[in-house]
């Protein structure tokens, strides 16, 4: 049984040193919030599988080739010859600051559609992972998503939504007419403080998610750590303290530590303690996926800053 399946668009990213504009050299990579979740999830010893589409391009390959060897399976992801892979760039700013331009329009991953993620249900994951992202692409990769937890709720798999609101794809009162619908069916919701404004309208949104059947609600709030708000109570993490040196990837990196944690049987206290972790190597080190940690490095923040381990 594969542990998480996700669904969703990654694609060739570029970064430079410095304004785009002044031109220089860049950095080639790749970036996809669902991909990364995937590879943070198999680094920490489970079996993850990516739903997307590429295009039959360069930028396609090094996608798939890095994915394949990060041993994120494949199987279920497809290429299309007639669309191109999306880019993103990433300029460095000022300090930890980035700048973020897509050209994702009319993408091969736009077109992820609901016959793709039919077959990755003959196998039933213990974990589908959403997120708002994908949702967002596109008429046919919504319904990509609502097929998705269609079929997870009837095989029984639990059903995370990251909301992960982006601005430059939809507003918050688009993103709420796609997205609350799913809720009957979502067992984990994730958000920062100000994206549950995209799941209800309520005065205490926590209380409302947990009304309407979501088992456990975990807000992020950035520099602060993170809550979990379950049947078991509310649980606290504050964030690790690390050199801050890039926060792009930082809420997946933490949602993939936040999944392990709920795959290996942990209770809240202790998959807060690894979600607060994993997204604290994401921000000291550059890149979106790059820095996350495998198993045996988990406990390398509890040395002291500049610690070497021999």
Known sequence: MTDLLTLGETMAAF????????????????????????????????????????????????????????????????IDPTAPTGLILFESRVADINRVT???AGSAGSRLRSAD????????????????????????????????????????????????????LWSVAEAGAALRPLLPSVDLVVASDDELAVLTDAADPVADLRAAGVTEVVVKHGADGATSHSADGTVHRPARTVPVVDTVGAGDAFVAGLLSGWLDGADAPARLDRA???????????????????????????????GTVR
């Open 15 to 78: 970064r430079t040193t410095g304004p785009l504009r002044l031109g220089g050299t860049a950095g080639i990579s790749v970036a996809g919030s669902e991909s990364t979740v995937a590879i943070g999830l198999v680094r920490l010893g489970h079996r993850a599988a990516w739903v997307g589409v590429t295009g039959a391009d360069e930028p396609g390959e090094l996608v798939r080739r890095t994915l394949r060897a990060e041993g994120v399976d494949l199987t279920w992801s497809r």
């Open 102 to 104: 897509y050209h994702r």
């Open 117 to 168: 993620v039919t077959p990755a249900f003959d196998r039933p994951p213990r974990l589908l992972h959403i997120t708002g992202i994908t949702c967002a692409l596109g008429a046919e990769p919504y319904q990509a998503v609502v097929e998705a937890v269609r079929l997870a709720r009837a095989a029984g798999s639990t059903v995370c939504l990251d909301v992960n609101h982006r601005h430059r």
């Open 276 to 306: 607060v972790t994993t997204g604290a190597f994401a921000v000291a080190t550059r890149g979106d996926w790059e820095g996350l940690p495998d198993r045996s490095e988990l406990a390398l923040l509890d040395h002291g800053p500049g």
